[in-house]
């Protein structure tokens, strides 16, 4: 016994090095879990809060841009204000893009606080949480398109999947041939990602554009992800390769919107109530 | 005593602040990013108790992980080195010399701690980068980046000790 004591007091610092090391493995394997646990990542309110102290000296550098961009949106509202406003050619039906006057979905505006582009997994940190009424799985995106999705919320503060992270793609699909598939990010370039699963029949052109597909509660139907920049058919698939160009430049967003989704209670209630019902027959 | 732990401790905070606030955004063609703040683990006197060391790297590491949202990651890169730094001293410092317990640049002569760090922060960024890639697919695609991102890594670090950690 005692010599069991001594091996161990005289190799404590193996023992301890072996201990830390399983410990930040089992952190590294079960990151879906731990990425749920609100305070150990970049929501949490004291991490944010440096965040958004450093957020909020670094914007002034970044003004200018913030106003062009604001008044891009601003002039493309306008016209797209004008154009349903202007009479007979256009009649009820019309809704493109972000801003869709549907009113199952509900807006709510954020800050950026911490974005990256250079990783292989990249977070969004939004100024923004439960007290605003953000929730996991709500869809983020900017004006220009698609951005993201909320994993984790505290008090004031959210965190989300960017397009960038391999661990998430939104559905997306063909704006002209209603053809969908998954988007994925292969980690490399931050203006490129893949749209998988679309087949060899389906006609398309460079410059197509590839819109959200709307079959998840996540993100409403049409919302802009990006044009296709170049596709092929590799050799014994049976799948496009299709590149496409990504809308939104994630190297400057600084306002988003969080989309809330106001059915996606009673979609999931229906949802369930199907899932149960097939398990009792 | 008391003068030496307030510096560790300003010296951690300044790291980790630098690291996730400037160099996790700094990026030269998708494949540079520099990790300084292992220098706080190499900085620690060489007469601390090991069990302190390993438990102040693991505290580096996980707080730079919960900021990048990388859990596990940094953290075990960073044991990893502070594990194996006696031996990396005791590999390069062959002659019995007298050998300061700070392991600055001041305090030694300047090609010795520059082995010193470069052995440290490319052991650092191997275990690093691929734990963060956990693929061996991409293999020498990787090693790029750790020889990339080691050099710059190398370059800020003693450009670090002219300019801050001087005396």
């Known amino acids: 016994m005692r010599s069991l004591f001594r091996y161990l007091l005289n190799n404590h610092a193996f023992l301890l090095f072996l201990l830390l090391e399983v410990l930040s493995l089992v952190f590294v394997f079960n990151y879906n879990k731990y990425q749920r646990v609100k305070y150990l990542n970049s929501s949490n309110r004291i991490i944010a809060s440096v965040y958004n102290s450093f957020n909020s000296v670094v914007q002034y550098f970044e003004l200018t841009r913030m106003n062009r961009s604001l008044a891009e949106e601003n002039a493309k509202l306008k016209s797209r204000f004008q154009m349903t406003n202007s009479g007979e050619i256009i009649t009820d039906s019309v809704s493109i893009g972000t801003f869709q006057t549907n009113p199952n979905y509900r807006y709510i505006s954020a800050r950026v606080i911490n974005n990256s582009v250079n990783k292989k997994y990249n977070y969004i940190t939004l100024n923004k949480g439960r007290k605003q009424g953000v929730k996991p799985d709500m869809g983020i995106v900017s004006h220009n398109g698609i951005v993201g999705v909320v994993t984790s919320v505290s008090e004031s503060y959210a965190l989300g999947f960017s397009v960038l992270n391999s661990r998430w793609g939104p559905s997306a699909k063909l704006k002209k041939s209603g053809f969908y598939g998954p988007i994925e990010w292969n980690g490399d370039d931050y203006q490129f990602v893949k749209l998988m699963e679309i087949p060899f029949h389906v006609k398309m052109a460079v410059g197509d554009t590839i819109v959200t597909s709307g079959y998840s509660s996540v993100f409403p139907e049409g919302i802009m992800i990006g044009v296709i920049q170049s596709f092929s058919q590799p050799e014994g698939e049976s799948f496009y390769d299709i590149n496409v160009k990504l809308a939104t430049d994630f190297k400057s967003i600084y306002f988003v919107e969080v989309i809330d989704n106001m059915d996606k209670e009673q979609l999931k209630q229906l949802e369930d109530l199907i899932k149960n019902g097939a398990s009792n027959n | ?167």
């Not at chain 2, 300044?14 to 220098?39: E, K, R």
């Not at chain 2, 900085?43 to 996980?62: C, D, E, K």
């Not at chain 2, 392991?103 to 922060?121: E, S």
């Open chain 2, 1 to 167: 005593m008391v003068r030496q732990t307030i510096k560790y401790i300003l010296m951690f905070v300044g790291l980790v602040l630098v690291q996730v606030l400037i160099l996790n955004h700094v990026q030269f063609s998708g494949f540079v990013n520099p990790y300084i703040y292992v220098l706080f683990v190499c900085l620690l006197p060489l007469s601390s108790p090991r069990y302190v060391v390993l438990l102040l790297a693991f505290l580096l590491g996980i707080t730079v992980d919960i900021f990048s949202n990388s859990l596990g990651v940094h953290s075990f890169a960073t044991v990893f080195v502070a594990y194996l730094r006696p031996f990396v001293i005791r590999v390069i410092s062959n002659r019995e010399e007298d050998r300061s317990d700070y392991p600055g640049l001041k305090q030694n002569n300047w090609r010795w701690f520059l082995g010193y760090i470069t052995i440290m922060v490319v052991i650092h960024h191997t275990v690093l980068f691929y734990l963060e890639v956990f693929t061996f697919s991409n293999f020498f695609e990787t090693l790029y980046r750790v020889f990339l991102s080691a050099i710059f890594s190398i370059f800020v670090i003693v450009i670090s000790q002219f300019i801050v950690f001087r005396e």
